[in-house]
């Protein structure tokens, strides 16, 4: 699918939001078009109007972001279950992570698939992530920072995972060697 531009008065609005869909329905790669001149730049990160136009979420109830200390801090691979299930829009504010999406759908013809995007503080790129994906992420750099924008809210006890090396999935993670958390190393295979 072609870009779309958030508002047509260039000189008003900042630069445009660009949408691509990826091959996992329901996760898109959004895509800034920075304005570089003499101070530096500016870029437009996020556009309601736009993600209202391509019928995703243009209300998010929750922003987060996660500091991440060394590189190779694996989180995930995480989701909330139905009828809670988070759509979340992630992008990478500092350092660099590989970012990766699952799909856990039932019925979708893409389940058990997952795809990888390099999300970057200089490449400004943000994933889109559908409601009934499983996420997760490593860091590629020191001191990353990961913003979040989710919706609905987290729901204290109801978060689940599966296990970030399934061999079900393949994932390819860049390192192999993962620093993890004790409940993203003890999360269960997943049964398709």
Same mark, same amino acid.
């Given at each position: 699918?072609?870009?779309?531009?958030?508002?047509?008065?260039?000189?008003?609005?900042?630069?445009?939001?660009?949408?691509?869909?990826?091959?996992?329905e329901?996760?898109?790669?959004?895509?800034?078009? %920075?304005?570089?001149?003499?101070?530096?730049? $500016? /870029? *437009?990160?996020?556009?309601?109007?736009? &993600?209202? #136009?391509?019928?995703?979420?243009?209300?998010?109830?929750?922003?987060?972001?996660?500091?991440?200390i060394?590189?190779?801090?694996?989180?995930?691979m995480h989701?909330? %279950?139905?009828?809670?299930?988070?759509?979340? $829009? /992630? *992008?990478?504010?500092?350092?660099?992570? &590989?970012d #990766?999406?699952?799909?856990?759908?039932?019925?979708?013809?893409?389940?058990?698939?997952?795809?990888?995007?390099?999300?970057?503080?200089?490449?400004?790129?943000?994933?889109?992530?559908?409601?009934?994906?499983?996420?997760?992420?490593?860091?590629?750099?020191?001191?990353?920072?990961?913003?979040?924008?989710?919706?609905?809210?987290?729901?204290?006890?109801?978060?689940?995972?599966?296990?970030?090396?399934?061999?079900?999935?393949?994932?390819?993670?860049?390192?192999?060697?993962?620093i993890?958390?004790?409940?993203?190393?003890?999360?269960?295979?997943?049964?398709?």
């Amino acid at each position: 699918m072609g870009g779309a531009i958030c508002n047509a008065n260039p000189d008003s609005a900042g630069p445009p939001v660009i949408f691509r869909e990826t091959a996992i329905e329901g996760v898109w790669r959004v895509l800034p078009e %920075p304005r570089h001149d003499l101070r530096g730049s $500016f /870029v *437009r990160t996020f556009c309601a109007d736009e &993600f209202a #136009v391509h019928g995703l979420p243009h209300l998010f109830e929750q922003s987060s972001i996660s500091h991440n200390i060394k590189a190779g801090t694996l989180r995930g691979m995480h989701f909330q %279950p139905h009828p809670y299930a988070e759509a979340k $829009f /992630v *992008r990478c504010v500092r350092g660099a992570i &590989f970012d #990766v999406a699952l799909d856990l759908r039932v019925g979708s013809r893409t389940r058990g698939r997952w795809i990888g995007e390099e999300l970057s503080a200089d490449n400004c790129i943000g994933l889109y992530i559908a409601p009934g994906l499983a996420h997760g992420f490593q860091t590629l750099a020191d001191r990353t920072d990961v913003l979040y924008q989710i919706t609905p809210s987290f729901k204290q006890g109801l978060s689940d995972g599966i296990r970030w090396d399934d061999p079900a999935f393949k994932i390819d993670w860049p390192i192999a060697e993962p620093i993890l958390s004790e409940r993203d190393a003890n999360y269960a295979d997943w049964c398709l």
